[in-house]
């Protein structure tokens, strides 16, 4: 028998001082708690994932001093860490060392390197070829990183040839709804497979517009989940067994987390965003206030000349039921003031979206300067729906500094609004906030439905041009609108330039715009 804690930590990419600090202590508290080897994320050291740090050879020579330095301190117990090792011509690799009694003992080089979706490790690393099989405290162990699990025959299988009783992979793993499960499935199926014990530990917290949620876990030769980590949340998992979170709360807590550590890795502790009395502005401010408490949320109202009193109403009673500070800004003279500025400009030419992108302007421009008089990042509300088809005004309500809920379509801002609400005794999102048709307001009785059609359909259609890739003739096969399936894709394809100027988000789907979503802004194919 060997007695492992695997520690599910939240580095940052770069951090070497911090996340040095952070295994140290980790290892001081499985130690405490009777372990023998403590096992932390890929790349733990240096963070997940560095990117183009990787190029800096300073960079990866100061990743090698923190491994050092870690070393030494290492005693009485085994730590297995993942780090970026370099060779002596230069090539660099994701690497896991096994250190103990201040020596670094053996280290390992990740064999299957993802380039796919938000992977890019074949621009950076080279392929190992070790074994990768230890011996801790008389136990054979087989160490893998993430991807060497993933793929079919790997090492994973030769490893247990050799003897491991104990197959140990250090990942970290990306979230997106659902991740969890899959993971699961695939190791209880490696676990059975090879006849052994697989130790999986995987990292947690937010990198840009990535969420790792942790769930790391043990699981038995016959595939059984012998002790399972919580979701989204830093621990130290020796032998219970969090449960696995309904999908509304598991994607809630994603983006909690993901908009937390933007804010705070990056310097701020304060945020603003501009409340209109929808439902995305609503989700997001409710997501500010679990991220960073009330204190530190400033909502702006910013009422134009086609604002309704009821969604002023519903702002400032989201407000007071969120306990977060409102500042109302009318913006009706300032649009006067540039329509008559551009009055000699626009003369004999009717009113179109220009009118209305100004309006959208205009309120950017406040968030933008408020928050270069008081600090704090600003946080913008606009969903995956309306980023997919354009529904949306560049330097204007795509203005801040981190765009929330820019991967949840529309429907599953609704049904995270309901959970939301579901949290506490009194819901915070009023009633009238989900049963009102959205609109921006930015011309008399307009609603979203009347331009984009009923958000049902629009999302079905995008979820599958987007997420599975699905052709325009595929999705009116499935029995969608020809018409209403044409448009959407014309709008898809020809918005692609808003959608680079964006602010980074979390992803919480499997194909968000950003890394998973690389197609060319000049593209004249358009099927």
């Avoid at 580095?11 to 070497?16: A, F, H, K, N």
């Avoid at 040095?20 to 890929?42: D, H, M, N, S």
């Amino acid at each position: 028998m060997l007695k492992i804690s695997l520690a599910q930590i939240n580095p940052t990419v770069g951090d070497l001082a911090g996340n040095t600090r952070k295994i140290l202590e980790y290892t001081a508290l499985a130690q405490k708690a009777g372990a023998e080897l403590v096992v932390f994320p890929e790349l733990a050291v240096c963070g997940y994932p560095p990117e183009d740090l990787l190029l800096k050879k300073h960079f990866v020579a100061d990743n090698i001093k923190a491994l050092d330095a870690i070393v030494k301190k290492v005693r009485g117990i085994s730590v297995i860490a993942g780090f970026v090792d370099s060779d002596s011509v230069g090539k660099i690799y994701n690497a896991a060392a096994l250190i103990s009694e201040g020596k670094l003992q053996d280290v390992y080089h990740k064999q299957e390197l993802p380039n796919y979706g938000v992977f890019d490790e074949k621009r950076y690393f080279s392929c190992g070829k070790n074994s990768g099989v230890w011996t801790v405290k008389g136990v054979k162990v087989g160490i893998n990183i993430c991807e060497d699990i993933w793929v079919d025959e790997a090492v994973y299988k030769s490893q247990a040839k050799a003897g491991a009783s104990v197959l140990v992979n250090i990942s970290s793993s990306p979230y997106h709804a659902g991740k969890l499960k899959a993971r699961q499935e695939l190791l209880a199926a490696r676990a059975r497979e090879t006849k052994t014990q697989v130790a999986y530990v995987n990292s947690v917290g937010g990198q840009d517009e990535l969420v790792f949620d942790g769930g790391s876990m043990v699981i038995s030769p016959a595939g059984t989940v012998l002790a399972r980590a919580r979701q989204f949340e830093e621990q130290l998992l020796n032998d219970t067994v969090a449960p696995v979170l309904d999908e509304p709360e598991e994607i809630y807590k994603a983006l909690v987390l993901g908009t937390r550590d933007y804010a705070s890795k990056n310097g701020f502790k304060k945020v603003a965003l501009g409340l209109s009395g929808g439902v995305d502005s609503a989700l997001v401010a409710c997501i500010a206030c679990d991220a960073f408490g009330p204190e530190n949320v400033t909502a702006v109202s910013m009422p134009g000349p086609f604002t309704a009193k009821a969604t002023r109403q519903d702002a400032r009673a989201l407000a007071k039921n969120l306990k977060i500070e409102l500042k109302e800004i009318p913006i009706k003279r300032t649009f006067a003031a540039y329509l008559k500025t551009m009055a000699p400009y626009f003369s004999g030419l009717g009113v179109d979206t220009t009118e209305e992108n100004i309006q959208a302007r205009i309120r950017g421009n406040i968030l933008m300067a408020m928050a270069n008089k008081f600090g704090g990042l600003i946080l913008t509300t606009g969903n995956k729906s309306e980023m997919a088809v354009g529904y949306c005004t560049l330097y204007g309500d795509m203005s801040g500094g981190y765009a929330v809920i820019k991967d949840v379509f529309k429907t599953k801002v609704y049904e995270l609004a309901r959970f939301r609400n579901s949290m506490s005794r009194d819901a915070v999102i009023p009633k009238s906030v989900l049963l009102r048709a959205p609109s921006a307001e930015l011309r008399p009785n307009q609603t979203d439905e009347e331009t984009l059609g009923a958000y049902e359909d629009l999302d079905k259609i995008l979820m599958a041009y987007i997420e599975k890739h699905a052709s325009p003739q595929d999705i009116v096969a499935s029995g969608m609108d020809a018409k209403l399936v044409a448009r959407t894709v014309h709008l898809v394809d020809m918005n692609e330039y808003k959608r680079r100027q964006a602010p980074p988000g979390v992803k919480i789907t499997p194909c968000a715009f950003g890394k998973d979503w690389r197609l060319p802004i000049t593209n004249r194919y358009k099927e």
